[in-house]
């Protein structure tokens, strides 16, 4: 069965930068669309960004486009999740989410996932 791990939260000033990291294993990687998810105290999870198995396409939720870049390394079966300019909103547990899909370039932000990481925390402070 597919394993996720993420990695790199932590606490941070607003405006500042943040990478996390999903690593995958137990899994044909390259055989599966990543999501990235975010849930902060008392509110629901959120899509926040997508990468497709294998062309590279990509889908951001609005409040973090221009500042969000999602990319992936299918050598090392890890999907990064850059996030600069931070703001206070960004604060939650981001987990990355997996998606087997037959199609190079599609992915999704809902949370039909196959499988699904423990979470990273994140803090931004103001």
């Known amino acids: 069965e597919g394993q996720l791990v993420e990695s790199g939260g932590g606490l941070v000033q607003a405006g500042g930068s943040l990478r996390l990291s999903c690593a995958a294993s137990e899994l044909t990687f390259e055989d599966y669309a990543i999501v990235w998810f975010r849930q902060a105290p008392g509110k629901e999870r959120e899509g926040v960004s997508c990468i497709s198995a294998s062309d590279g396409t990509t889908e951001y939720t609005n409040s973090v486009k221009g500042r969000f870049t999602i990319s992936r390394d299918n050598a090392k079966n890890t999907v990064y999740l850059q996030m600069n300019s931070l703001k206070p909103e960004d604060t939650a547990n981001y987990y990355c989410?997996?998606?087997?899909?037959?199609?190079?370039?599609?992915?999704?932000?809902?949370?039909?996932?196959?499988?699904w990481g423990k979470g990273t925390l994140v803090t931004v402070s103001s």
């Open positions: 989410g997996a998606v087997w899909t037959f199609a190079a370039s599609w992915c999704t932000l809902s949370d039909a996932m196959d499988f």
